[in-house]
């Protein structure tokens, strides 16, 4: 019989591939693949009764079945399974489900020894055994990177526009990235890892490392050398970042190749580690580092005032990437005119004689921009900023007393919810305007917020006259 094609073992693998957890993650990983996919093809060829030695001819369950049926009782398969750890027997269970059910079918979840994260093998693994894949890091340039800007300039959208460029399949991104929130309580244990108790029917009581998002994507990156993983950090200094990396700190500075320049001694990460017997070797000492393919993008609101400062250190190791206020990048449904920002007279008209927005308001009616809009409000808005800061500096007010530039409003400071409703607005944006930007303004929002909130809240006014 001739041997079949390869072509329905790359569609096994593939469906294979295609199975997640919940959160996203690979439920096979790229080894365990490889060692099954390996088991059906050539694992049998020492059984001599065998006429097939390639299980990848069987087309369906049915003839599968009948094989595998009496070769189960093979003395020779059982020893060969038996050296593998249950390699042959879960790939056979997994590859006659495949033939059932289809590639649009749920995998059940067997793994071989090797493969549960939790159990160890009760085989042990000679070095001398011939596998088809091992670890070898794969030179790469990763990306270490702070997008760093004020409130809504688009900071997230930069990430994701990055990581569709790299995984245009939403399918296939979510595996490939974990994202956290940085906080004031969040902790080393919560992003590395802990030592946790754990109370189980078998264990009354037990402690154990329970991986945070970085060990876990760290793992899938050294299981997965060829593909590359994100760790998206939100607000990166909303937490205290030195004592959230910890001594994974050290692992930042990377090398010509893209791994960590110096690894670093973690027990508890290399342990976890080697609950994969195929890791094993690699992380038994306990030594620690970023390969190549393990990428950290973080993204900074630098208008957050009750936030731990960075320092040079830890700065100095990311790619700082500032994201400037851009209104063009707005999507259409964003930039279209709407009820909030109703007015009986023209803008032209409202602004004509306005000190501090008259000469940039005309300048946005040349440019056909003076509308009723989310984009000219907040134009405005950022324009005064600029206004009152230049008449401080000529008044000799130190730089701490000016209108910090952070403070002002970036295109993606709002939802496109928020502009439907006059007083979801006003308590968002104006709110945030009286207290936080021109608290100490002589001329703007000098009035009480209950005066503000009473003549234009109710859109008795016209909320463009609060920027004249």
Not at 282 to 293: A, E, K, R, T
Not at 416 to 442: H, R, T
């Amino acid at each position: 019989m001739a041997i079949v094609t390869t072509e329905i073992e790359r569609e096994f693998r593939s469906w294979l591939k295609t199975q997640l957890y919940g959160d996203g993650m690979r439920v096979f990983t790229d080894n365990e693949i490889t060692a099954y996919a390996f088991a059906l093809r050539s694992s049998c060829e020492k059984i001599g009764q065998l006429s097939v030695k390639n299980l990848f001819y069987f087309r369906t369950k049915e003839d599968l079945d009948r094989e595998v049926g009496w070769l189960k009782l093979n003395q020779d398969y059982i020893d060969i399974d038996k050296a593998g750890n249950g390699t042959l027997s879960a790939a056979v269970a997994l590859y006659a489900f495949y033939l059932e059910n289809g590639s649009g079918s749920t995998a059940p979840e067997i793994h071989a020894a090797f493969y549960l994260s939790e159990e160890a093998s009760e085989v042990a693994r000679k070095e001398t055994d011939p596998v088809e894949f091992y670890y070898r890091e794969i030179p790469m340039k990763p990306i270490q990177r702070v997008y760093y800007g004020a409130p809504g300039t688009g900071k997230s959208y930069s990430v994701r526009k990055l990581l569709e460029a790299e995984y245009p399949d939403e399918k296939e991104l979510r595996t490939h990235i974990k994202r956290v929130i940085f906080h004031p309580a969040y902790t080393y244990g919560d992003f590395v890892g802990a030592i946790k108790p754990l109370i189980s029917l078998e264990r009354p009581l037990d402690y154990v490392f329970v991986a945070g998002p970085f060990a876990e994507l760290l793992k899938a990156a050294f299981l997965n050398p060829s593909e590359k993983f994100y760790l998206i950090i939100e607000e990166i200094n909303r937490g205290y970042a030195p004592a959230i990396f910890g001594d994974i700190f050290q692992l930042l500075d990377r090398g010509p190749e893209g791994k960590s320049e110096y690894a670093i001694v973690n027990r508890d990460l290399g342990a976890y580690f080697s609950r994969d017997p195929w890791m094993k070797n690699i992380f038994y000492d306990g030594m620690v580092w970023l390969p190549s393919n393990f990428n950290i993008i973080a993204t900074m609101n630098t208008a957050d005032e009750n936030i731990f400062v960075m320092d040079s250190a830890f700065k100095r190791r990311f790619e700082l990437v500032y994201v400037p206020i851009d209104f063009d990048i707005l999507p259409e449904e964003m930039k279209k005119e709407r009820a909030v920002f109703y007015g009986p007279r023209p803008l032209t008209e409202v602004f004509a004689d306005s000190k501090i927005n008259g000469r940039y308001a005309k300048k946005l009616a040349s440019e056909g921009k003076l509308k009723r809009n989310w984009g000219t409000f907040a134009a405005l808005v950022n324009n005064a900023i600029d206004a009152e800061n230049l008449v401080g500096k000529k008044q000799g007010k130190p730089h701490s007393a000016l209108i910090a530039e952070n403070k002002k409003l970036g295109p993606f400071f709002v939802r496109p919810e928020e502009l439907e409703s006059a007083d979801v607005f006003f308590n968002k944006v104006i709110f945030y305007l009286k207290q936080d930007v021109f608290c100490d303004s002589p001329e703007l929002f000098t009035g009480s917020f209950e005066d503000i909130y009473e003549r234009y809240g109710n859109g008795g006014s016209d909320i463009f006259e609060l920027l004249v």
